[in-house]
């Protein structure tokens, strides 16, 4: 599967931002999906992932209550709606797509993907 990563930018802290993740390739349904971002001089970290059957979610202790993971099936996309935005989101974002969790597992760790997009760069100014 490959993934193409938008929505993207340049935004004040406060505002929001939604990210999307276009999958193509095999049936998209198949795969667990996260985001994953990476701030200058830090390592990756998990942000947010959602079940195949978007049941389930999971979410990074900071960016709970602020960011929403969700997907539509029938439009192979996954969403992060970014609000309240803080200077600390200041990343690159990922998306990323597992196909070795069953249909209700919602994975917070890298190990589990094995397919990344290309990043979207957030930047939030104070």
């Known amino acids: 599967v490959q993934l193409q990563a938008s929505g993207g930018g340049l935004v004040q802290a406060g505002d929001s931002l939604r990210l999307s993740c276009t999958a193509s390739g095999r049936l998209f349904s198949a795969y667990g999906m996260g985001w994953f971002r990476q701030a200058p001089e830090k390592e990756r970290e998990f942000v947010a992932a959602?079940?195949?059957?978007?049941?389930?979610?999971s979410y990074e202790d900071s960016v709970k209550g602020r960011f929403t993971i969700s997907r539509d099936n029938a439009k192979n996309t996954v969403f992060l709606q970014m609000n309240s935005l803080e200077s600390e989101d200041t990343a690159v974002y990922y998306c990323a797509a597992s196909d070795s969790v069953g249909p209700s597992a919602a994975k917070s760790g890298e190990r589990y993907y094995t397919y990344w997009g290309q990043g979207t760069q957030v930047t939030v100014s104070s």
């Open positions: 959602i079940s195949r059957n978007g049941g389930s979610t």
